[in-house]
């Protein structure tokens, strides 16, 4: 198999945090606008995106262009596969152009594990149907690191439908391997209690108070409008029970800070207060996200 | 063409037999004596040394896509698969397009199977119309033109008054029915078994409660009805559980299980591996171990293969788009042996019935059909088999028209050596 990113699950802390400290590295300075570096010149990096994506594929564009690469984005409508080519179709023909990596968002779990293992380009994983969303979880645990200065011993909350989260998911795994304890929460159907055993010093919890008491983050996830029949509740409800409010966050560790993978749904999961207060790292993580997306294509991409 | 099959150890469990002996057929394809100095002159001779022979393997439990989906296996290729596999008989299930769900569609695989097949087909009509759940399908009409069972395999009757009626118009036939057992309310949109690994896939589970309520539905009415009730696939520890519990009340219910199910689990999946994707779907490793103790206790009558050939476009896709089944044909007797016979599990005598009399049971394999038992007079259906034989199964030489295997480069211990249908060889292995 290339060497791509498919996953969180499959790599160890050392690599994790090669990867994350690498990331400081690409992160702006203070007043200092980004030099363009030639760290990729000549290789050409596809952006593949069978789901609507406006902040990881413009986060992969921008990365991929300040190491020097050239971008092409495709997105799912308006390319062959809206004309009923086969995901190896197109992804045999994009080969056939020779990108020197494909970095691809799909909306089925193992969609990019699949292609990888009949391609030879690497395949960097933006999200994969419910499974994992790799870059994500890094950009994360970055962001939790400049604030927090550390990932072990705290108390992270995941809140939401985690059942259908690729950001929990890929989250679960990389901060567990490094000492975090995880609280994951939502309604029951939204939060089987299998998923505690998905990795160590995961627990669950079904009352919000409990989950957020003593956390030192709060990961908010996004309500997904598509999935609001599973979470056996009204919209209204949910917001009741499951969505973030100013009010929780007395309940958790005094310097909490609040984290959302973004597009937030100002009033279903979390407040406007909450989003919009200093607590808020949603436009850090957003930052973050372009040079912890550096980091990745320059492990993938330089020799 | 008379053959002799001489020096053989010779398996029959409906008779007992176990003995170095000659079977000898005659020209009308039926079995003329089995036994020690026999008299056989103009016969072609088949040195059986060191093999087994036993009656003809049934498989109670194929899909061989015609009409409809040829491109992914026809009647020919199909049988010609269950020769390769050993099987002189298999029941066809009538998920096809059209649904086997009339004499007409029922009619045409059999004159089908006469003209093309290698091995004897028996179709399984539909139990509704369409295999939509909601109306009778043309039962009576289908057993007149040869169905043996009825089954909406792939598509169970959710509506319990419509299986209500179905088991009794099949006990006044005298036909079993078939039920793959899913509450398909329960495993909507599954792909792979519930379970840990199913959590850090992303992919949605098909709770082994899917299974077992529909068992305890049709137990249920099986009892209601007094229907031969026959459970497809059986995959979880409670069916199998809720089965031997039928049985100790002396219901007319018995199992079936595949190969992959006591060979497989999920911890032996490769992740996103479509050749995995079948339903039900590969249980936890407690589940597969509950199976093979219930083949072990006779609660599990019968191995069928639930043999499902999709062909390769269909199954090089996004896991969760690709159809379910795999091919079961070529290698369930081999599977059979490593995880029953090899181990010491069951005796090789106790196989042979879990591939013959106990799925001739089943359908009732009697009279002009009577099958399964090495005796003057009967049809000379024979499997000859090695169970010691090493070799490795390649996919890509399968009969099938089709390649969805999860055992493809597997070394096996034992497999067919040569299969004969009515006094005919239709397959034997290279070299033989």
């Not at chain 1, 970095?103 to 499974?131: C, E, K, Q």
């Not at chain 1, 949603?282 to 993938?300: C, D, H, K």
């Not at chain 2, 002996?21 to 072609?44: C, K, N």
């Not at chain 2, 979880?236 to 190969?259: C, D, I, Q």
Request: glycine residues 8%.
């Amino acid at each position: 198999m290339a060497k791509g990113l498919l996953g969180i699950e499959d790599l160890d802390r050392a690599e994790l945090e090669k990867i994350l400290e690498r990331a400081r590295f690409f992160q702006p300075q203070k007043n200092q606008s980004f030099h363009r570096l030639d760290t990729l010149r000549g290789q050409m990096v596809v952006n593949l995106f069978f789901e609507a994506s406006t902040r990881t594929r413009s986060s992969f564009e921008i990365a991929a262009r300040r190491l020097g690469a050239e971008t092409l984005s495709i997105t799912a409508s308006g390319s062959s596969v809206s004309k009923g080519e086969s995901l190896v179709d197109t992804l045999n023909t994009l080969v056939a152009m020779r990108p020197s990596a494909i970095v691809m968002r799909h909306s089925a779990s193992g969609a990019p594990h699949f292609l990888a293992r009949h391609l030879s380009t690497p395949i960097v994983n933006a999200g994969d149907g419910t499974h994992e969303h790799p870059t994500q979880a890094l950009l994360d645990a970055r962001t939790i690191l400049d604030r927090c200065g550390r990932l072990e011993g705290l108390r992270v909350a995941i809140i939401g439908d985690v059942a259908h989260s690729r950001v929990a998911r890929s989250n679960i795994y990389l901060l567990s391997k490094f000492g975090v304890d995880l609280v994951l929460c939502g309604p029951p159907s939204l939060a089987p209690r299998g998923m505690c055993d998905m990795a160590p010093r995961v627990s669950i919890e079904y009352d919000i108070r409990r989950a957020i008491s003593g956390a030192d983050v709060i990961m908010m996830l996004r309500v997904q409008l598509e999935r609001q029949h599973e979470a056996c509740m009204p919209p209204g409800e949910y917001f009741q029970f499951y969505g973030l409010r100013l009010e929780h966050l007395e309940l958790a560790a005094p310097d909490v800070i609040v984290m959302h993978p973004g597009p937030i749904n100002r009033g279903r999961e979390i407040s406007s207060e909450v989003a919009d207060s200093q607590r808020s790292m949603i436009l850090n993580q957003v930052e973050n996200g372009i040079a912890v997306r550096m980091a990745v294509l320059e492990r993938v991409l330089s020799q | 063409m008379k053959l002799w099959i001489r020096n053989g150890r010779v398996l029959d469990p409906a008779s007992g037999l176990d003995a170095i002996a000659d079977v000898l057929t005659d020209d009308e394809g039926r079995i003329v004596a089995v036994g020690t100095d026999i008299e056989a002159s103009g016969a072609e001779e088949i040195d059986a040394s060191r093999l087994i022979v036993a009656p003809g393997f049934i498989d109670i439990h194929v899909h061989l896509r015609e009409p409809g989906f040829e491109h992914a296996e026809t009647i020919e290729t199909g049988s010609a698969a269950a020769a390769a596999g050993g099987f002189t008989t298999i029941c066809c299930m009538p998920n096809t397009a059209p649904v086997n769900d009339s004499a007409t569609v029922t009619t045409y695989i059999v004159e089908r199977a006469r003209r093309h097949a290698a091995v004897n087909v028996f179709p399984i009509g539909a139990i509704t119309k369409g295999s939509a759940g909601s109306e009778l399908a043309a039962i009576p009409s289908m057993v007149a033109a040869g169905a043996v069972a009825i089954s909406d395999d792939g598509r169970p009757v959710m509506n319990s008054r419509i299986m209500r009626r179905a088991m009794e118009t099949a006990r006044a036939l005298d036909i079993p029915v078939i039920d793959h057992c899913e509450d398909l309310n329960l495993s909507e949109g599954g792909d792979m078994h519930e379970c840990l690994e199913s959590l850090k896939l992303g992919l949605r589970g098909i709770p082994s409660a899917a299974e077992d309520v529909m068992v305890a539905r049709d137990i249920i009415l099986a009892e209601l009805t007094g229907a031969r009730y026959h459970v497809a696939h059986i995959s979880t520890r409670n069916a199998v559980a809720m089965v031997a519990f039928a049985k100790s009340k002396g219901l007319a219910v018995s199992a079936e299980t595949t190969p992959h199910h006591i060979a497989l689990d999920t911890k032996c999946m490769p992740p996103y591996d479509s050749n995995y994707k079948m339903k039900p779907p590969l249980r936890s490793p407690e589940d597969a171990g509950a199976v093979v103790e219930g083949i072990v206790s006779g609660a599990v009558d019968v191995i069928a293969t639930d043999h499902a050939p999709h062909a390769g476009d269909d199954k090089m896709q996004e896991f969760e788009k690709c159809p379910f089944g795999i091919l079961g044909l070529e290698t369930a007797l081999p599977i059979a042996l490593e995880v029953l016979v090899h181990p010491g599990r069951v005796s090789l005598m106790r196989m042979v019935e879990l591939f013959t009399t106990e799925p001739a049971k089943v359908i009732g394999f009697e009279g002009p059909t009577e099958r399964a038992r090495l005796a003057p007079g009967l049809p000379a259906d024979i499997t000859i088999f090695d169970p010691e034989r090493r070799w490795r199964y390649d996919v890509n030489q399968s009969c099938s028209k089709s390649r969805n295997s999860p055992f493809n480069g597997r070394e096996f211990r034992g497999g067919p050596v040569a299969t004969i249908v009515a006094g005919r060889p239709v397959w034997r292995v290279n070299g033989f």
